[in-house]
C-alpha cells in the first residue's frame, strides 16, 4: 500500500500517525536529524497534515511552492534514511528542476547514495533534456544494475541513439532484462532477432520481454 493511501483509510491513518509519532521522538534525540525541521517548515506555509507520509500528496500540485523546501532539505541531510526519504518526493512526471541535482549524485562516489533509487526517480521524471547523460550512464558498466531504471528511461524516451548500446547490453545479465524491455519499445522490425534470442529462455523475465516485444512488432 502506497504512503498516498493513509489519507483516504482512517484507520491506516491512525496507525501511521501513532508510529510516525514514535519515530518523531527519536528524531527528536537524533542532532542530525532534520525531518521535523521539514515538517514544521510545510507546516508553517498553511498546509494541513498530521505526518509527512500525508503531506507528500502536495506534490506536484504545489510544486512552485514545495519543491524548492524538499530540494534544501535533501541537500541537507547527512542521514541515509532521510535522503532515501526525501528522494521519494521526487518521483513525479515533470520535475525537472532535480534532474541536474539527481545526476550530480548519480555520478558522485559517495557510497551512501542509492543509485539506483536516483535512476527510478530519473525514470518517473522522464526529463528529455538528459539524454546525453543517460547515454553516457548506461554506456558505463561500473554502474553495474544501478543503470537498470535509465535503460529502460531510454526505451521509453524512444532515443534511437541509444539502440546500439542496448544490444550491447544484451550481453550483460544484470541489465538484460530491461535491456529487453528498453528495444521493444522501439517497435523496430530490425531488432526482430534480439528478441528471438529470447522467445523461449527459461529466465522468465528474458522471456516475457522478448515475447512482448515480438507481439508489438506482430501487431
Not at 65 to 81: G, Q
Request: net charge positive; proline share 4%.
Amino acid at each position: 500500500m502506497s504512503n498516498y493511501d493513509i489519507n483516504g483509510n482512517p484507520d491506516l491513518a491512525k496507525r501511521m500517525i501513532d508510529q510516525y509519532k514514535a519515530n518523531e521522538e527519536q528524531m527528536r534525540k537524533n542532532p542530525d536529524s532534520i525531518l521535523l525541521n521539514f515538517k514544521q517548515e510545510l507546516l508553517n506555509l498553511g498546509f494541513d497534515f498530521q505526518v509527512l507520509n500525508q503531506a507528500e500528496r502536495l506534490l506536484p500540485k504545489h510544486k512552485d511552492t514545495i519543491l524548492p523546501i524538499v530540494i534544501k532539505y535533501y541537500k541537507m541531510t547527512k542521514l541515509r534514511n532521510e535522503k532515501q526519504y526525501l528522494l521519494g518526493w521526487f518521483h513525479h512526471a515533470g520535475l525537472e528542476d532535480v534532474v541536474p541535482m539527481l545526476l550530480e549524485d548519480f555520478y558522485s562516489n559517495n557510497s551512501d547514495i542509492d543509485k539506483w533509487a536516483i535512476g527510478d526517480r530519473l525514470y518517473q521524471i522522464r526529463s528529455k533534456k538528459y539524454i546525453d547523460d543517460y547515454l553516457k550512464i548506461i554506456s558505463n558498466s561500473s554502474y553495474g544494475q544501478d543503470r537498470q531504471m535509465i535503460i529502460l528511461l531510454v526505451g521509453k524516451l524512444k532515443v534511437k541513439a541509444a539502440i546500439p548500446i542496448l544490444i550491447n547490453l544484451l550481453e550483460d545479465e544484470g541489465v538484460r532484462l530491461q535491456a529487453i524491455a528498453a528495444l521493444g519499445d522501439f517497435k523496430q522490425e530490425n531488432l526482430r532477432p534480439y528478441f528471438e534470442r529470447f522467445q523461449n529462455s527459461t529466465h522468465p523475465g528474458w522471456r516475457k520481454y522478448a515475447k512482448s516485444a515480438l507481439k508489438k512488432l506482430n501487431g
